[in-house]
């Protein structure tokens, strides 16, 4: 007898006990202890996934990299381009060098100390530029 499919349409309607079931059924494990909504999109996200013939392998080890001590790749910044933010109705431009970056006509060695001298805080600079 043919399982039965799952439509995407179908996952609102289901109630906790159907959601933990069809987990099951698609992930081959079973369902983690998180609030409801968010079982059902790893429902319907692998009813999505399964209807349009694949299955992404990556996504799982991309989730875990950070636990498993590996980092993600970071943005390669070519020289000449131009990082832009408005900080408090001020717009900050920096540009990227071989060697560093311009900002304010000076030559500075990070974006973290740029970002401190822009609001007088420690920030993350590839964060405070929309990097990361």
């Known amino acids: 007898m043919a399982r039965p499919r799952l439509k995407l349409d179908d996952v609102d309607t289901l109630g906790a006990t159907d959601v933990r079931d069809w987990w099951v059924r698609l992930h081959g494990a079973p369902a983690p ?3 409801l909504p968010l079982l059902k999109l790893g429902v319907a996200y692998r009813v999505q996934a399964d209807a349009a013939g694949l299955r992404n392998r990556k996504l799982p080890a ?3 990299a950070p636990r498993k001590g590996r980092v993600m790749p970071s943005r390669k910044l070519t020289p000449g381009t131009r990082l832009v933010r408005d900080w408090h109705d001020v717009g900050h431009v ?3 060098l071989d060697d560093g970056f311009d900002y304010d006509g000076r030559r500075w060695t990070s974006l973290t100390a740029i970002a401190r001298a822009i609001t007088g805080a420690k920030w993350s600079g590839p964060r405070f530029f929309g990097l990361t």
Do not use: C, K, Q
């Open 33 to 35: 202890s998180i609030a």
């Open 94 to 96: 920096v540009t990227v």
């Open 62 to 64: 991309l989730i875990d």
